[in-house]
């Protein structure tokens, strides 16, 4: 079993619907981390959360410490959302990342 | 501009043959990290380096080397010794506060693609 599973592997979503992408993880952590990777490969860090809930813009990322889970949502989607999402979580102190696969989101217009 | 930059973008190797993957950034960032990625599957460590002149082994070090001579600059050779080599290639920077990463995200660069030719 992955340290990581993020649920769903694949989601198709129209325009202007909301999304969930969820994220469990089975060790301790530090911080629970949301990326996203553009088709061309780059990555960007969406949230590091420790506890609670984050939000910027359109995403909102929270995180349960004790059911060791962490869902990211997408209000009102839009085809410019469409990426991959990368669940990891800080582990060692924060030293090392274990990412879990992604999920890949395509949204229709 | 701060950031992180991976040369060549696309790289082919032919067989028997070391390559070098450059990785630099501009960020003062203590500690670096070589990740590879394949299709279906979380990244994977490879190397990272937490202070110049150190450096420790991830999870799938065979057949890899680096080196970190500058704070700046943490290049990954992929060797003859890894027999699957393809695969996308990213690399990793982060701040450190104290003594831990812990608060601090991971900046990337945009990835190098190796394959073999």
Redesign the interface.
């Known amino acids: 079993k ?1 340290e ?1 599973e993020q649920s769903p592997q694949n989601l198709t979503a129209q325009e202007g619907e909301f999304i969930t992408i969820n994220c469990s993880y089975s060790v301790g952590i ?2 629970l ?1 949301w ?1 996203q990777q553009h088709p ?6 969406l949230f ?1 959360l ?1 506890s609670g809930k984050k939000k910027h813009g359109r995403l909102i990322a929270t995180i349960n410490i004790q059911e060791k889970h962490s869902s990211l949502h997408i209000t009102a989607s839009h085809p410019r959302d469409s990426a991959v999402y ?1 669940c ?1 979580v ?1 582990v060692e ?10 999920t890949i989101l395509r949204v229709k217009s | 501009d701060g950031g992180i930059t991976q040369s060549p973008k696309y790289l082919f190797r032919k067989e028997g043959q070391n390559v070098t993957l450059s990785c630099e950034q501009n960020l003062n960032h203590d ?1 670096m ?1 070589w ?1 590879r990625q394949d299709p ?6 490879i190397y ?1 380096s ?1 202070i110049v002149n150190d450096f420790q082994k ?1 999870d799938i070090a065979e057949g890899y080397s680096v080196s970190r001579e500058k704070k700046e600059s943490f290049p990954l050779t992929v060797t003859s010794a890894q027999k699957n080599p393809t695969a ?1 290639y ?1 690399c ?1 920077s982060q701040a450190r506060t104290g ?13 190098t ?1 190796l394959s073999i030719l």
């Open positions: 992955n990581v530090s911080a981390h990326l061309g490969g780059g990555i960007v860090s590091m420790s990368i990891a800080g102190y924060g030293n090392k990342l274990v990412f879990g696969a992604g | 500690a990290y990740y279906g599957q979380g990244l994977r460590l990272y937490q991830g996308f990213l990793a003594t831990l990463y812990s608060n601090q995200p991971q900046h990337f660069g945009d990835g693609r």
